[in-house]
Structures are given as structure tokens and as C-alpha cells.
């Protein structure tokens, strides 16, 4: 079976089969073990760690955003919302609602914002989600804020839209652990209130599809822009410092970050940062026989079963194949949604899988070129030559990405950062990173 090959350069045909060191970036079957103190080993999800945490309360952070911020791309926001759910100040109220309710879930402990908890950028600080029963899944939980923007959801874009992103978590197993959206819709049908407002908003009962909607149109009010960068592409000459001004010189040039957090590597990007695309990046959360893993998921994306295809994402080691399990394209597999990087520096730990604590573990991550015995890493990884004021200043210019709502918790967790960077660098390996790209090895052979 042959393969196709994504690159900016175009598409080279190569073989299929792979073994885990390829695949990987480590020699000999090697893992790295993830930075953040508080990981589950690999393979714990669907393993009780403990109870699910408190439900957020909402608070102030958790209301709709005003659409006056500097930087915001008004005609953008004004075309990502679809025909049929157009919003409403009630229907918007409804989502916010149900997106605090633990009751959508099957024992009343866990709700949308258990892990997208508006003090913390909507993200929940911790390397991979806990659900219901303290069930561990294998995912970091991506932001809420600017989610309108994006093209697909979840790290592997198996879901296109808000709507469809919102139903899957009730009735996942780790998460919020209804046996079927329907028990859900049971529960909050019992209520009499939702029941009045699902028939003064959407004029019929409450169900699965109408919730749906009401929980993504509360997500397409969360917008964030207004930072200190946003001022300075403004005009604000002196909304950032000179370090982060280097930042941004480096992002788009000597660092490549703009090869994949930009729409095209030829134009600056302003605005949210990504390419809508999925890419290698040389991480992973499990360190199996990638092609074994593919075997057993090829019938299920067969099936194109997307309650399957979710369990699987989120609670086997077959989350390791990343965009794979939607496409089964073997040039796919371990690749990644690129993420927006506003209020970055507030929603670690990092990567899909939450293994890099700091913005230095990133940096260093990507200046030693990480994973290049890996014939379908990226193209455009390659060791970076930056010098430790070049992470410096990048870091500077990606902690200007945070948004006022977020200015004094950044300002904290850019302290703690730096202070961690200054005892622990476990990515940290400047011989790579000075030295030449390595030869990428050829494709093994079926």
C-alpha cells in the first residue's frame, strides 16, 4: 500500500509500515517521559486517579465577550456562525447555562467547564483531562476562547463544527460518561426550566441537536483578543517590549514558527496564529507499535462510527495516531491540529498530549529539531541554531498574546516559568540544536 506524503514542497509517494522508534524520533524504542509532575503514565486512561474536580463556578470571566476588542477580526467572526443557529441573547444564555451543569453528566460531578475552566483560559492546567469517576483520558484539553475560529475540533479535527464538538463529551465514557446523549437529554428534560426555555428559544422539547447548538453558540461568544500585541500592530509602538518586538522578528523568521502558526509562511498573521492544518511535530503520548495501532484502527474509521472514533481518541492508546484515526492516511498518523497561540502562555501544560510544563520546553523542544529519525515528521522541523536570548524574546513575544482578562494570572505564570526554566530543562540539548538537519531517513519497507 503507498502512502502520500503532506508538505508545503508538495506530496512524495512512500511505503507503508513503520516501526515505533521511526515513528517516534527515539532510537532503540525510547519515550520521553513528559516534563509535568502531575502526568499519568501512559496508558492510564479509562483508570480511576480519584474523584472528578469541582465544577468552576462561572464568575465574571465565564460571561460572553464584548466584540469591541483591538485585534478582533470583525468580518470573520460575522461569517463563522452557520444559517441554522444564528445567535440569540436566550439561546447564548441557555449554552452558558448548560455548559456549568454538571447534570449533563452521569453522576452530576462533571460539566463542559470541568475542564474548560474560564479562570484558567478555559482549559483545566492539567496535562490530560479527568472526567467522571476521576477517569484519566489521553488528551490535553485545548481552550474554549477563539474555538469559533477554528476549522475542525479537537486535536484531531474529528469534529467540524461547535455543534458537532459539543454533544461528544456527554456520552464519552472519561468524560462525562452518559451511556447516550439521549439519557442526558432524559435528565435535563426533567427539568422544568430547560424545558421552557428550550420551547421559548427553539419552539420544541428539549433535545440532543437544540443543546448542541445552545452549548456552541455560548462557545462562538468567547473571544479574546485586545493584548498587548494587538496595541502594538495597532499602532502602540510601546505596547510591547523590545524583547517581545525580537520575538516576533524570530517567529517569522529564524524560529519558523510561522510555518505552521500563520495561514501561509509568506504572510505575517496577526490574528489567530494557525494554519487550519495537522502536523508531526515529533510528540507523542505512547510509545507503541504505531502500525499494530493502525491495523486495529483502520475498521474502525471504516466504520466511520464517530461515537467510536471519540472512545477511541480519548481512551485507548490509539489516540497516539492523532489525525490518523480520521483520515487513515498513514502520512497522518501522530499528526496534530496546530493550535491558536493567543493567551498561550496561560493555557499550559502543552502539545496534545500535555508534556512540556513551560514555554522554554516548547522552544527547546523545537530548536533541537526534535524526532528527525522520523520519516513522516514535518518538513519544516529542523534543528533552529536559536540562542538561549532568542527563546528568551520569543517567549516575550508569545506571553504578549495574553489577553487583559488574563494580564495578572500571565504575568504570575510567566514568573513561575521563567523560575522553573532557570533549574529544569529536560528538552533543552544545544549540540542538536547548533548542529546540521540531519538526513532524513528513508521510509521503512511494508
Not at 69 to 81: A, D, I
Not at 305 to 331: N, V
Not at 338 to 355: A, E, I, M, Q
Request: aromatic fraction near 6%.
Amino acid at each position: 500500500m503507498s502512502i502520500r506524503k503532506r508538505s508545503r514542497l508538495g506530496f512524495v509517494v512512500v511505503a507503508a509500515g513503520i516501526n515505533t522508534a521511526l515513528l517516534l524520533g527515539c532510537e532503540g524504542g525510547c519515550r520521553e517521559k513528559p516534563s509535568v509532575k502531575e502526568a499519568a503514565p501512559a496508558g492510564t486512561a479509562g483508570h480511576a486517579l480519584g474523584k472528578a474536580p469541582p465544577i468552576p463556578e462561572a464568575g465574571p470571566l465565564a460571561n460572553p465577550r464584548s466584540l469591541q476588542q483591538t485585534g478582533l477580526p470583525v468580518e470573520l467572526s460575522q461569517t463563522v456562525t452557520p444559517p441554522d443557529n444564528p445567535q440569540t441573547p436566550e439561546k447564548i444564555a441557555l449554552g452558558q447555562k448548560l455548559f456549568f451543569d454538571g447534570r449533563l453528566s452521569a453522576d452530576g460531578t462533571v460539566a463542559c467547564a470541568t475542564c474548560h475552566d474560564p479562570a484558567r483560559a478555559f482549559t483545566d492546567g492539567r496535562p490530560t483531562s479527568v472526567g467522571i469517576r476521576g477517569l484519566s483520558g489521553q488528551r490535553n484539553a485545548p481552550t474554549v476562547l477563539n474555538a469559533l475560529y477554528n476549522k475542525t475540533q479537537f486535536w484531531d479535527g474529528r469534529a467540524k463544527t461547535l455543534e458537532d464538538q459539543a454533544a461528544l463529551p456527554i456520552f464519552n465514557p472519561a468524560e462525562m460518561g452518559q451511556p447516550s446523549l439521549d439519557a442526558a437529554i432524559a435528565k435535563i428534560a426533567d427539568i422544568e426550566a430547560y424545558n421552557q426555555a428550550f420551547r421559548n428559544i427553539f419552539g420544541r422539547p428539549v433535545n440532543g441537536p437544540d443543546l448542541a447548538r445552545a452549548i456552541a453558540s455560548y462557545e462562538r461568544t468567547l473571544v479574546s483578543f485586545d493584548s498587548p500585541f494587538d496595541h502594538f500592530i495597532a499602532g502602540d509602538k510601546n505596547a510591547i517590549d523590545d524583547a517581545a518586538k525580537r520575538g516576533w522578528e524570530l517567529f517569522n523568521a529564524k524560529a519558523r514558527c510561522n510555518k505552521c502558526h500563520a495561514l501561509t509562511d509568506k504572510k505575517r498573521d496577526v490574528t489567530n496564529f494557525f494554519d487550519n492544518d495537522f502536523h508531526n511535530i515529533g510528540i507523542g503520548i505512547i510509545r507503541h507499535n504505531v502500525v499494530a495501532l493502525a491495523l486495529q484502527a483502520e475498521k474502525l474509521v471504516d466504520s466511520g462510527d464517530p461515537e467510536a472514533i471519540d472512545r477511541a481518541a480519548i481512551q485507548t492508546d490509539m489516540s497516539a495516531l492523532g489525525r490518523f484515526l480520521i483520515t487513515k492516511k498513514e502520512a497522518d498518523s501522530a499528526s496534530f491540529k496546530t493550535p491558536n497561540l493567543r493567551n498561550v502562555l496561560v493555557t499550559g501544560p502543552y502539545f496534545h498530549d500535555g508534556s512540556q510544563e513551560t514555554l522554554w520546553d516548547v522552544m527547546d523542544h523545537y530548536n533541537k529539531g526534535d524526532g528527525l529519525k522520523n520519516p513522516w515528521l514535518d518538513e519544516d522541523i529542523e534543528p533552529l541554531a536559536l540562542t538561549e536570548r532568542d527563546i528568551d524574546d520569543l517567549v516575550a513575544f508569545l506571553a504578549s498574546l495574553t489577553g487583559p482578562d488574563y494580564r495578572e494570572r500571565g504575568v504570575q505564570e510567566l514568573e513561575r516559568q521563567r523560575d522553573l526554566s532557570r533549574t529544569s530543562r529536560p528538552q533543552r540539548d544545544t549540540k542538536r540544536a547548533f548542529g546540521p538537519k540531519p538526513p532524513r531517513p528513508n521510509p521503512p519497507q511494508p
